[in-house]
C-alpha cells in the first residue's frame, strides 16, 4: 500500500471497529483510584497533578508521576464528568495514534511501505493490547508510546534535515512521553539501536539533547518529587531470585503474542526455579533468539532490530529489578511492535517470493483472528463484578482481586459476601489497610458498628494516616453514643491534617449535639474558611447561637 492516506484510514479503522464495544464499559480496577475517586479531578484541582504522585487524589502514595496521563483524565472529566464512554473514546483514539504513528515511524526506517502499513494493523488489533486499551487506567501506555513514536519520527526527520523545528518536536515529544509514563526513559536506547544497526554516527547535539532531559526528569524525581512519591516496598527476594522469573515471564509473552488465548489481569509478584519448564523453555526462546539476530544483523538488519527491540523495550519490567508482578499483559504494549515488525517483514518476504496471494489471504486471515478475539476480550473489562469474578479464576491468591470483588458486592448490595471477600484479602495479606477500612464500611452500613470500630480502628493502626478511616470511625462512635471518643478521634484528625474542612464540619455537629453552641460555631466557620460547603440548615440551625 503505497498511499500512506489509506494505510492510516485501514489502521484508524481497524481500531476504531475492534475497540468499538468498550465504549460501554465501565470503571474498573484502578479506574475508581485514578478517576472516580479522584478528589483533585472532581475539584478541578489539575495543578496538583504536577506536584503529586497519580494515586494522591485519592488519599494514597504511590511511585507513579504521570501528570500527562492525569491530564488527560481532566480533559475528559470536563467534558463527561463521570461517563465512562467518554473515558474510553479516548483510549480508542490514543491508541489508534500510536498505531499511526508507528506506522509512520516504521515507514521512516524501512522505507517499506507494506511492512509498515502490517506491523500497525497487527499492532492496533492485537489483542493482549486490550489491558492498555479496553481499561481505563491503562492509557499511560499508548499515551506514552505515541509520544516516544513522535520522538523517534522527529529524531530522524531532524538527522535527515537537520531543521531545528524538528528537534525541537522531538524534545517536547520526549518530554510528554517521560511525564506519561516513567518506562519511556528507555526510548534513547532505543534510538542508539537504530544508530548500531544503520551504522549511522550519533550526532551529539540531537542525542545529548534527549540525555540532558532524561537526567533533568531523573534529578527531579530524586529531589523535588522525592516527596510526593513512596518508594517501594523493600522486597524479599535478590536478584539471582528473580532471573528465572525473566524466563518464565518471556516464555509466557511469546505464546500470548502468538497465540493469545486465556488474557487475563494479575499475574502477580513470585519466584520461580531455573528448573521450571516454563524457565527452561523461555531459556531456549531467548538464546534461539539472539543467535538469529546476531547471525542475521548484517544480511537483514531488520530481524535484528525487531529482536532488540523487543528485548530493550521489555527490559524495564523484566523484573530483573523488582517491579509488581512477574509479568502483564498490558507490558508488550511496546515490547510488542518487535513482534509485529517480524511478522509484518515475514509476510512481505511471501509476496516478494511471488506467494502474494498466500501472504494475502494469511495476513487477512491473521488480522480477523486477532481482531475476533480482541473483541471477545474487551467483554472482560465490561463489568466489574464479573471481571473479579473471572479474574478470581486466575489468580485465587491475590489479594487484589479478593478485595475488589468485594468492593462488587457492596456496589451490589449483598453486604454478607462483600464482607467475606474483605475477610479474605486479610487473610492473604493482613497489612492491607484498605481491606479493614472497607470491612469498617460494609459493617457500619448494616448497623454493625462494635465490628465496625474494630475494622477502622486496625485500618487506623497500619495507617496511621488514612483520613477517611478516621472519618468514619468518628461517625460509627457517635452513632453507638460513644460522642467523646469520636471527638477525640476527630481532634486527632485535625491536628494531622489542619486542611481538613470536613473534619470541622463533623466537630460542629458533635458540638451542637451536646449542646456546646460556642465550639460548635467556632468549629463551622473553620470549616466553611476551609471552603467546606455547609449545608444552609446547618447554618440556619446555628443563627440564635452566634454572637
Known amino acids: 500500500m503505497k498511499n500512506p492516506l489509506i494505510s492510516l484510514l485501514l489502521i484508524a479503522s481497524l481500531g476504531f471497529?475492534?475497540?468499538?464495544?468498550?465504549?460501554?464499559?465501565?470503571?474498573?480496577?484502578?479506574?475508581?483510584?485514578?478517576?472516580?475517586?479522584?478528589?483533585?479531578?472532581?475539584?478541578?484541582?489539575?495543578?496538583?497533578?504536577?506536584?503529586?504522585?497519580?494515586?494522591?487524589?485519592?488519599?494514597?502514595?504511590?511511585?507513579?508521576?504521570?501528570?500527562?496521563?492525569?491530564?488527560?483524565?481532566?480533559w475528559d472529566h470536563a467534558f463527561w464528568r463521570m461517563d465512562a464512554r467518554g473515558y474510553h473514546l479516548t483510549n480508542i483514539l490514543l491508541h489508534v495514534l500510536a498505531a499511526c504513528a508507528l506506522y509512520g515511524l516504521i515507514a521512516l526506517l524501512f522505507g517499506d511501505p507494506t511492512i509498515a502499513l502490517l506491523t500497525?494493523?497487527?499492532?492496533?488489533?492485537?489483542?493482549?493490547?486490550?489491558?492498555?486499551?479496553?481499561?481505563?487506567?491503562?492509557r499511560a501506555d499508548p499515551l506514552a508510546a505515541f509520544f516516544m513514536f513522535l520522538c523517534f519520527i522527529f529524531y530522524l526527520k531532524g538527522l535527515r534535515c537537520g531543521r531545528p523545528l524538528f528537534y525541537l518536536s522531538m524534545l517536547l515529544s520526549y518530554i510528554l512521553a517521560l511525564l506519561s509514563k516513567e518506562l519511556s526513559l528507555i526510548l534513547p536506547v532505543l534510538i542508539l539501536l537504530y544508530h548500531y544497526v544503520w551504522r549511522e554516527k550519533v550526532r551529539p547535539k540531537a542525542f545529548f539533547s534527549l540525555l540532558a532531559v532524561t537526567l533533568v526528569y531523573l534529578l527531579l524525581r530524586v529531589t523535588l518529587l522525592k516527596s510526593?512519591?513512596?518508594?517501594?516496598?523493600?522486597?524479599?527476594?535478590?536478584?539471582?531470585?528473580?532471573?528465572?522469573?525473566?524466563?518464565?515471564?518471556?516464555?509466557?509473552?511469546?505464546?500470548?503474542?502468538?497465540?493469545?488465548?486465556?488474557?487475563?489481569?494479575?499475574?502477580?509478584?513470585?519466584?520461580?526455579?531455573?528448573?521450571d519448564p516454563r524457565a527452561v523453555l523461555g531459556?531456549?526462546?531467548?538464546?534461539?533468539?539472539?543467535?538469529?539476530?546476531?547471525?542475521?544483523r548484517s544480511a537483514v538488519p531488520l530481524i535484528f532490530f525487531s529482536i532488540a527491540w523487543f528485548f530493550i523495550a521489555l527490559f524495564p519490567v523484566a523484573d530483573l529489578f523488582p517491579v509488581n508482578a512477574y509479568m502483564?499483559?498490558?507490558?508488550?504494549?511496546?515490547?510488542?511492535?518487535?513482534?509485529?515488525?517480524?511478522?509484518?517483514?515475514?509476510?512481505?518476504?511471501?509476496?516478494?517470493?511471488?506467494?502474494?496471494?498466500l501472504a494475502a489471504v494469511l495476513a487477512v486471515g491473521l488480522l480477523t483472528f486477532y481482531s475476533s478475539l480482541t473483541v471477545r476480550q474487551n467483554a472482560y473489562w465490561k463489568e466489574p463484578f464479573e471481571f473479579y469474578q473471572r479474574t478470581l479464576r486466575y489468580s485465587p491468591w491475590s489479594w487484589k482481586v479478593h478485595?475488589?470483588?468485594?468492593?462488587?458486592?457492596?456496589?451490589?448490595?449483598?453486604?454478607?459476601?462483600?464482607?467475606?471477600?474483605?475477610?479474605?484479602?486479610?487473610?492473604?495479606?493482613?497489612?492491607?489497610?484498605?481491606?479493614?477500612?472497607?470491612?469498617?464500611?460494609?459493617?457500619?452500613?448494616?448497623?454493625?458498628?462494635?465490628?465496625?470500630?474494630?475494622?477502622?480502628?486496625?485500618?487506623?493502626?497500619?495507617?496511621?494516616?488514612?483520613?477517611?478511616?478516621?472519618?468514619?470511625?468518628?461517625?460509627?462512635?457517635?452513632?453507638?453514643?460513644?460522642?467523646?471518643?469520636?471527638?477525640?478521634?476527630?481532634?486527632?484528625?485535625?491536628?494531622?491534617?489542619?486542611?481538613?474542612?470536613?473534619?470541622?464540619?463533623?466537630?460542629a455537629v458533635l458540638y451542637f449535639r451536646e449542646n456546646r453552641y460556642d465550639r460548635a460555631v467556632g468549629y463551622c466557620n473553620s470549616a466553611a474558611q476551609l471552603g467546606y460547603k455547609v449545608p444552609p440548615e446547618f447554618l440556619e440551625t446555628l443563627k440564635p447561637y452566634r454572637k
Open 403 to 507: 478485595y475488589n470483588l468485594g468492593r462488587a458486592y457492596k456496589e451490589l448490595g449483598r453486604f454478607d459476601e462483600a464482607v467475606a471477600s474483605y475477610k479474605r484479602a486479610i487473610e492473604i495479606d493482613p497489612a492491607c489497610v484498605e481491606a479493614y477500612y472497607n470491612l469498617g464500611n460494609a459493617y457500619k452500613d448494616t448497623g454493625r458498628n462494635e465490628e465496625a470500630v474494630l475494622s477502622y480502628e486496625k485500618a487506623i493502626a497500619l495507617n496511621p494516616s488514612h483520613v477517611n478511616a478516621y472519618n468514619n470511625l468518628s461517625i460509627v462512635y457517635s452513632a453507638l453514643g460513644r460522642r467523646q471518643e469520636a471527638v477525640a478521634v476527630l481532634e486527632r484528625l485535625i491536628s494531622l491534617f489542619p486542611d481538613y474542612a470536613k473534619a470541622y464540619y463533623n466537630l
Open 120 to 138: 500497525g494493523l497487527f499492532f492496533v488489533a492485537h489483542p493482549v493490547h486490550t489491558e492498555a486499551v479496553a481499561y481505563i487506567a491503562g
Open 283 to 296: 531459556i531456549l526462546f531467548f538464546s534461539a533468539l539472539w543467535v538469529i539476530a546476531w547471525r542475521r
Open 228 to 275: 510526593a512519591l513512596a518508594l517501594r516496598e523493600p522486597v524479599s527476594s535478590t536478584f539471582f531470585q528473580r532471573v528465572p522469573g525473566f524466563f518464565v515471564a518471556l516464555a509466557g509473552y511469546l505464546r500470548l503474542l502468538v497465540l493469545p488465548l486465556d488474557l487475563h489481569m494479575e499475574y502477580g509478584y513470585m519466584n520461580f526455579r531455573f528448573g
Open 328 to 357: 502483564a499483559e498490558h507490558w508488550l504494549y511496546l515490547p510488542s511492535v518487535g513482534f509485529f515488525l517480524f511478522l509484518g517483514w515475514g509476510f512481505e518476504q511471501l509476496r516478494i517470493r511471488k506467494q502474494g496471494r
Open 17 to 74: 471497529a475492534v475497540y468499538l464495544n468498550t465504549l460501554n464499559n465501565k470503571f474498573i480496577w484502578d479506574d475508581e483510584s485514578l478517576v472516580t475517586e479522584n478528589a483533585y479531578l472532581k475539584e478541578g484541582e489539575v495543578s496538583k497533578f504536577f506536584s503529586r504522585n497519580i494515586l494522591a487524589g485519592e488519599g494514597k502514595k504511590g511511585a507513579f508521576y504521570r501528570p500527562v496521563q492525569m491530564l488527560t483524565y481532566g
